[in-house]
């Protein structure tokens, strides 16, 4: 069976500050992973991926995750926040050759002006 | 460029009521197709996913069922609801293993 779990219910940091949001993930063999932002009453937007490759990833918006296979883990990064990427944020790995995502319960972040 | 929509956007059904969610993708052929649940504004909930026309895989047993009655169309319904019902339905599609990609969701309250 494959999990995520997301350490943090909240994040709060001010503008202009880096942002963290932690990911671990649980899967039988190479996993993928993924971020997924949410704004309120809208459907998830995807961020960025990683399958294989360079354990940094760059995604939309100035997001940024990197893998680490020895923690299993798969946290999310942007350098300078900004009040707009205040939403929640969910993280999802699947197995390879797997149709189905196992989501995190989300972390909320909010970014303060 | 691939689209989903879903619709309606908004629903207000009370207890006993049929139901049925429509979602379409557009841009692309064969998807896989999934319909989720979302309560309380946190975690999914896979309920149903689909690899082809007349497909579906339940996740959860439930007064929910899916059907696929073309091969971008994909359509949740219930025959009488339930107050647990109530919740945020998101439709994503995806080819294969790869990214799975979001509709904007339709908010459902049973009363």
């Known amino acids: 069976a494959q999990s995520v779990a997301q350490p943090e219910d909240q994040v709060n940091v001010a503008e202009g500050n880096p942002l963290t949001v932690k990911c671990t993930y649980s899967v039988s063999g190479n996993p993928y992973l993924f971020w997924y932002v949410q704004y309120p009453n809208r459907g998830l937007q995807f961020l960025l991926k990683y399958i294989t490759g360079d354990n940094l990833v760059k995604g939309s918006y100035g997001f940024e995750a990197e893998f680490n296979k020895s923690q299993t883990s798969f946290h999310l990064k942007k350098p300078s926040a900004l009040v707009s990427d205040s939403a929640l944020y969910f993280c999802?790995?699947?197995?390879?050759?797997?149709?189905?995502?196992?989501f995190g319960a989300g972390t909320t972040v909010t970014v303060r002006a | 460029s691939q689209t989903i929509h879903q619709w309606p956007a908004t629903l207000v059904q009370p207890v006993g009521s049929p139901l049925s969610l429509e979602c379409t993708v557009e841009?692309?052929?064969?998807?896989?197709l999934y319909w989720y649940r979302q309560a309380a504004g946190r975690g999914l909930q896979l309920l149903f996913y689909?690899?082809?026309?007349?497909?579906i895989s339940s996740e959860v047993p439930q007064n929910l069922s899916a059907s696929r009655p073309q091969d971008r169309q994909f359509i949740l319904s219930s025959k009488k609801l339930l107050l647990s019902d109530s919740g945020f339905y998101l439709c994503a599609w995806g080819r294969g293993s790869d990214t799975q990609y979001f509709g904007p969701g339709t908010r459902l309250t049973v009363l």
């Open positions: 841009g692309t052929s064969n998807p896989n």
């Open positions: 689909s690899v082809g026309i007349g497909q």
């Open positions: 999802a790995v699947r197995a390879v050759n797997d149709y189905k995502l196992s």
